[in-house]
């Protein structure tokens, strides 16, 4: 706003020549200044953090359903950024009717803010459209929120003759604290005490209050009697229906996971880090398939989950290995295959989600499957990233297995790194051997062996081989050594008795067609560049 408009504004909010009298009616607000202000700038601390918590919002939403954080966070990011461009340019002819367009907006806000969550997972279950919807959302999102600082600052300049400069410093230090607890709030209380749903839903509702707060205490007189009747009318309708959806939130949720699964869903919750599922149901030949689901990928199918297993961890355990480490697995099925061997003195696995965990050890679904193995006292588990918890580490392992979440997104790029492998090289005894789960060679086959690529970079000689899953298709898997020499793909001599592998089968996997053997020009991932997450991405985005 130009100098003269400024003028103009604060000239419009003058008394008026017709008297005390009328002077105080139409003006009441004005006569003290101090408690306005402090009004206006609470409005903007409010309104800052609600519009932050909207855009972490999408973002962590984005994250859950889609992966890749950073391509997500660039969408909702630059989209509402833009937005707020265009929303700041649209509130320019609105600024005569200050008062009112901003209560008007931040009543729209606080509606389609408070939905936005429930909108779009209603659009990823039901409507295959999440990231149609999700441009859309952020548009217009960002277009209210860029709207409500020029209306805020020709509301706080009609309070008192203020510099602009002065006005802009008192505005901005308001939003920016209201971004902080916003950008606070978000994950460390919102997040873990209501989940996405219900945490914007409630920061709909401040937000509904923000503008009811402004309507009934520094506009009421501007705004006149009819239009606050009007105005407080509509915030308790929207407050209403934001008040209706969270008390229908947890019906709402179930059902659209519900959607989301072919199978009856027997467990669900969303932990700090994922989405956890458990499905159940009767396959054609009349078994109980029990299905986990991270995030919405799967982990395992009771009725094959053997044959993953089995060709994880046996070709790793030669040797008489008596300290051995899982990396993952948090749901038990490996360390089950490893407490097979009597030889074993001692296993750690490192899990970053305690609630994998948990579920692991006391869901009776899962404990009949990985038959009470985390109850077993040779067993340590470990709740930390593992990345994180090798940097740290100074003991040396016989076998190490590597269970790791597909690398589709950044957030597991990581432990697919050179740089991860290095640090599990570092942790192997002399003599031992490491097996990763390395994705199919099939569906994804250069990301296949960019996880050979990267483990060899790292000083560690591969065997590629594949089994095939059903649940899964053709999977892989990269037996190593420390050294140059490939370790010959075997099973011990006391090896338990297994139902889906034995030497002949183990020698017959690392047999690849000629259309899915080693491609010579896959590079490895490393942190700086997770090439893995492009591989993987790229392959399966035609399936």
């Known amino acids: 706003m130009t100098s003269t408009e400024q003028d103009d504004e604060l000239a419009?909010?003058?008394?008026?020549?017709?008297?005390?009298?009328?002077?105080?009616?139409?003006?009441?607000?004005?006569?003290?200044?101090?408690?306005?202000?402090?009004?206006?700038?609470?409005a903007v601390f409010v309104c800052s953090a609600c519009g932050l918590v909207y855009e972490l919002a999408l973002v962590a939403l984005g994250s859950y359903l889609i992966g890749n954080s950073v391509g997500q966070a660039s969408i909702v990011l630059s989209l509402m950024v833009f937005a707020m461009g265009i929303g700041a340019?649209?509130?320019?002819?609105?600024?005569?009717?200050?008062?009112?367009?901003?209560v008007v907006v931040e009543l729209v806000l606080a509606l389609l803010g408070g939905l936005s969550v429930l909108g779009l997972y209603a659009a990823f279950a039901w409507l295959s459209l999440y990231t149609p919807m999700l441009i859309v959302t952020s548009l217009v999102l960002g277009t209210l929120i860029g709207a409500e600082i020029p209306l805020l600052m020709v509301l706080l300049q009609r309070i008192r003759r203020q510099e602009a400069g002065s006005a802009v410093a008192d505005m901005f230090a308001a939003d920016y604290v209201g971004a902080l607890i916003g950008g606070l709030a978000f994950p460390f209380l919102l997040l873990p005490l209501l989940g996405q749903v219900r945490g914007a839903l409630l920061v709909g509702m401040l937000n509904a209050a923000a503008g009811l707060g402004l309507i009934?205490?520094?506009?009421?007189?501007?705004?006149?009697?009819?239009?606050?009747?009007?105005?407080?009318?509509?915030?308790?309708?929207?407050?209403?229906?934001?008040?209706?959806?969270?008390?229908?939130?947890?019906?709402?949720?179930?059902?659209?996971?519900?959607?989301?699964?072919?199978?009856?869903?027997?467990?669900?919750?969303?932990s700090k880090y994922q989405e956890i599922v458990l499905t159940r149901?009767?396959?054609?030949?009349?078994?109980?398939?029990?299905?986990?689901?991270?995030?919405?990928?799967?982990q395992f199918s009771s009725v094959d989950e053997r044959r993953y297993h089995?060709?994880?961890?046996?070709?790793?355990?030669?040797g008489d290995p008596s300290n051995v480490l899982i990396l993952g697995g948090g749901d038990g099925l490996a360390l089950r295959e490893v407490l097979r061997y009597p030889e074993v003195e001692r296993v750690t696995l490192v899990e970053l989600d305690p609630a994998v965990l948990r579920l692991g050890r006391q869901d009776p679904r899962l404990t009949s499957l990985n038959e009470h193995a985390f109850d077993d006292p040779r067993v340590n588990t470990v709740a930390a990233d593992a990345f994180s918890w090798l940097r740290r580490n100074g003991e040396l392992y016989d076998a190490i297995l590597v269970d790791?979440?597909?690398?589709?997104?950044?957030?597991?790029?990581?432990?697919?790194?050179?740089?991860?492998?290095?640090?599990?090289?570092?942790?192997?005894?002399?003599?031992?051997?490491?097996?990763?789960?390395?994705?199919?060679?099939?569906?994804?086959?250069?990301?296949?062996?960019?996880?050979?690529?990267?483990?060899?970079?790292?000083?560690?000689?591969?065997?590629?081989?594949?089994?095939?899953?059903?649940?899964?298709?053709?999977?892989?898997?990269?037996?190593?050594?420390?050294?140059d020499s490939a370790p010959?793909?075997?099973?011990?001599?006391?090896?338990?008795?297994?139902?889906?592998?034995?030497?002949?089968?183990?020698?017959a996997a690392t047999v690849f067609p000629p259309d899915r053997d080693r491609i010579a020009d896959v590079e490895p991932s490393t942190l700086m560049h997770p090439r893995i997450v492009e591989y993987e991405r790229g392959a399966w985005r035609n399936y």
């Open 12 to 42: 419009a909010a003058a008394p008026p020549p017709g008297g005390a009298e009328n002077a105080t009616n139409r003006t009441a607000w004005f006569h003290r200044p101090g408690p306005a202000r402090f009004a206006v700038l609470l």
């Open 89 to 102: 340019l649209v509130a320019k002819p609105l600024q005569r009717w200050a008062a009112l367009s901003f």
């Open 216 to 270: 009934l205490t520094v506009y009421r007189n501007e705004l006149g009697k009819r239009l606050v009747v009007l105005l407080t009318a509509l915030v308790v309708l929207i407050g209403g229906v934001l008040g209706g959806a969270f008390a229908l939130s947890g019906r709402f949720e179930t059902t659209a996971r519900q959607a989301l699964y072919d199978d009856p869903v027997v467990h669900a919750e969303r």
């Open 281 to 298: 149901s009767r396959s054609l030949s009349g078994r109980t398939d029990t299905r986990l689901f991270l995030n919405g990928d799967l």
């Open 310 to 318: 089995e060709a994880l961890v046996h070709p790793a355990m030669v």
């Open 404 to 483: 790791m979440p597909d690398p589709d997104s950044t957030e597991t790029a990581k432990l697919y790194s050179t740089e991860f492998y290095s640090l599990v090289r570092r942790s192997m005894a002399e003599g031992a051997r490491v097996n990763v789960q390395a994705g199919s060679p099939y569906f994804a086959p250069e990301a296949y062996w960019c996880v050979e690529a990267s483990m060899r970079q790292a000083g560690l000689a591969t065997v590629p081989y594949s089994r095939p899953i059903p649940s899964f298709g053709q999977w892989g898997f990269q037996l190593g050594v420390s050294g």
């Open 488 to 507: 010959r793909p075997r099973l011990a001599e006391d090896v338990p008795e297994l139902r889906t592998l034995d030497e002949r089968t183990l020698r």
